[in-house]
Structures are given as structure tokens and as C-alpha cells.
């Protein structure tokens, strides 16, 4: 049975300032000007690995990004939209409302959790246009409960 650890040794997964385990796997050699001005490779791609009780926490990037389900425990992701808090669970069983796939819309707060809390999840996320760290934002706890009051529990869950 493979394991988290297998996974973050055999695909050189590290450490990411959100929590959880990652590697780039593509970085298009095409440019293009971001939203912001700034010039941006079109695309990238990552693994990313969460495992047992490890959260990514609240963050927003500038660009949308898409998350493919690939094997273990289904993911919660969890956005913070419209004022209020949207669940969607990655996984494989769809009959079940689990997605193989979704879309988090660019400046939109986010995080994600294995869903029972034990065990992993590996999925991939891809970015267009490409991610740039200058372009990603770990939520800062106060500012983000004095903005959403009522999901202040969450929020101290994921800052």
C-alpha cells in the first residue's frame, strides 16, 4: 500500500508555505501579461500532497486555478465567497458528489483538508495564467475575521 511518505519521496515532493507538500511539474516557456500587468509564464502545473490533519491554509493567488483529484482520501476545498463558505470534496466517487475536478476562481480566498481528517490526499493544481509567489497571499486571521464575522471558527481553523 503506498503511503504519504512513499509519495513525497518518490515524486520529490517539499515542504509548501501553505501547508501540505509540493513540486512544479510545468512552467509553459509562452509569456503572457497577467491581470495585474505583470508578465507571466501561461501556465504551470504542481503534485500537491495533504496529509492526515495538514491544511493548506486560507490563501488567495491572482489567477485561476484548477485541482485534479488523483488517488488517497477525498479533499475538501473550502472558499470563502460571496460571504459565505463553499464546500467542494475532490475525490473519485461521484455519486457521491465527490468531483474529479474543479476550478478556484483567481483573488478568491481558499484552503483545503483531507476530508476525514486521516490518511492523504494527492492532487495536482494547475495555474493560468502561471503562478508566482509574488502573486500568492496567506490570509492574515484578524483582517479576515473582522471582514467575515461569521466564519470566524473556520477561519481560525485554516490561519
Not at 509569456?31 to 501561461?42: D, F, I, L, V
Not at 494527492?122 to 461569521?150: I, K, N, Q, Y
Request: aromatic share 10%; charged share 15%; glycine share 8%.
Amino acid at each position: 500500500m503506498t503511503t504519504a511518505q512513499d509519495l513525497i519521496q518518490q515524486l520529490h515532493l517539499q515542504p509548501h508555505p501553505e501547508g501540505g507538500f509540493y513540486r512544479e511539474t510545468y512552467r509553459a516557456g509562452l509569456q503572457t501579461t497577467a491581470e495585474s500587468g505583470a508578465r507571466r509564464n501561461a501556465s504551470t502545473a504542481i503534485y500537491y500532497l495533504l496529509e492526515n490533519d495538514n491544511r493548506s491554509h486560507f490563501h488567495r493567488i491572482q489567477s485561476d486555478e484548477l485541482w485534479f483529484f488523483h488517488q488517497g482520501q477525498p479533499l475538501e476545498l473550502l472558499l470563502l465567497q460571496d460571504g459565505g463558505l463553499t464546500t467542494i470534496t475532490l475525490g473519485q466517487d461521484v455519486a457521491q458528489g465527490e468531483l474529479p475536478q474543479a476550478v478556484v476562481p483567481a483573488h478568491t480566498w481558499f484552503g483545503a483538508r483531507v476530508k476525514a481528517g486521516t490518511g492523504f490526499s494527492l492532487v495536482s493544481c494547475t495555474v493560468a495564467p502561471g503562478f508566482d509567489f509574488a502573486d500568492f497571499e496567506l490570509a492574515d486571521r484578524a483582517r479576515l475575521t473582522a471582514e467575515l464575522p461569521a466564519l470566524a471558527a473556520v477561519i481560525a481553523q485554516f490561519t
